[in-house]
């Protein structure tokens, strides 16, 4: 039988602001559009934050969330996952309170405390550039921000979405000591398998986008988790279909969409989430791979299903 590859598309994001693409979603009526042209082209899984609609700034209000999550399930029935990673520099309580509300079938969840350097991207930029004042003050705050993901944040994620609503995660793993915490909360019962572990490389402070860093990452993450977990593959920028190619062929999953990369080729931003969704799947049927349908994508991960959640 060929192998399934769930495409996860992570529609806008908090880590690039409305200056460096004019196709980045800003508003809920352009989320929702471009997550469902995503599903549309074969995302089965669609990672979604928020952006205040005036200024695109990352927020996590919940009602927010709440104007493009129901147009989103009306119109796919492709799986979604709210981000409790948010951006910044929102506190983890408030992080988590738009997937506490929605009680999605997935949720991301931030494997380590750690650096998350944005602030290099202001050398592209003059000042004249930049359409909102609080662009170039975002990227630079994120030189002394501490990207918080404690044991105790974890816990109370696992503890306030997992029990409390039935929401599995893709745990976000942005280094190999990620995955020795993931192990360890396997290995306390606090999470189950199938787990569905999102290697992230390429984010400053994090894990390097080389193709050897990646193959550390599996080959650690098969020695501690072995068949009980599901690979997927996030490549930051340039590296975005490199990796998640390189992913496929080892038996993993990719993660697109314009949180992780503007460009559809080099010098070429992405016109939409749905172009980069198309990208990777010529890269798949290439390899002979299939897509995985949101069906398909709900056995693998063993989700609860679209029926149970709030919106
Ligand atoms: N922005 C990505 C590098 C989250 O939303 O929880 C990781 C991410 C985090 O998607
Ligand atoms: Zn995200």
């Given amino acids: 039988m060929t192998r399934k590859v769930i495409i996860t598309c992570a529609v806008t994001g908090s880590v ?14 352009q989320i929702a559009e471009q997550a469902i042209g995503a599903a549309e082209a074969g995302a089965a899984v669609l990672h ?9 700034r990352p927020t996590p209000d919940p009602e927010v969330f709440m104007r493009f999550l129901p147009r989103i399930r009306e119109a796919t029935d492709a799986v979604v996952n709210i981000s409790t990673g948010g951006g910044m520099p929102m506190t983890v309580d408030q992080r ?8 999605p079938e997935m949720a991301s969840l931030n494997m ?4 998350f350097g944005l602030y290099p991207a202001l050398s592209r930029y003059s000042e004249a550039d930049w359409k909102y004042d609080w662009e170039p003050a975002f990227l630079e705050s994120s030189r002394d921000f501490v990207f ?20 599995r995660f893709e745990f976000e793993c942005y280094d190999v000591g990620h995955l020795y915490t993931l192990a360890h909360f396997l290995e306390r019962g606090l999470v189950k398998p199938p787990l569905f572990v999102q290697f992230v490389l390429g984010i400053l402070g994090g894990i390097g986008p080389d193709p050897e860093q990646l193959a550390h990452m599996k080959r650690t993450a098969d ?15 340039r590296h975005q279909v490199p ?19 503007l460009f559809l080729d080099k010098g070429v931003l992405a016109g939409s989430n749905a172009e980069q969704v198309q990208r990777i799947r010529q890269v798949l049927d290439g390899l002979g791979l299939e897509v995985a349908t949101p069906a398909e994508a709900r056995e693998m991960l063993a989700l609860k299903g679209a029926d149970r959640v709030a919106f």
């Fill in 148 to 167: 918080k993901n404690t044991f105790s944040d974890i816990e109370t994620l696992l503890h306030r979405l997992g029990e409390g609503c039935g929401t």
């Fill in 223 to 237: 020695k501690l988790f072995g068949d009980a977990y599901r690979f997927s593959v996030l490549g930051a920028g």
């Fill in 48 to 56: 979604l934050h928020a952006r205040n609609p005036e200024d695109g």
């Fill in 112 to 115: 380590g405390t750690m650096n």
């Fill in 16 to 29: 690039h602001t409305p200056t460096m693409s004019e196709y980045l979603p800003i508003t809920p009526e």
């Fill in 243 to 261: 990796l998640a190619s390189m992913g496929a062929a080892m038996g993993g999953n990719v993660r697109v969409g314009l949180e992780d990369n």
């Fill in 96 to 103: 988590m309170e738009a997937a506490v509300r929605a009680e």
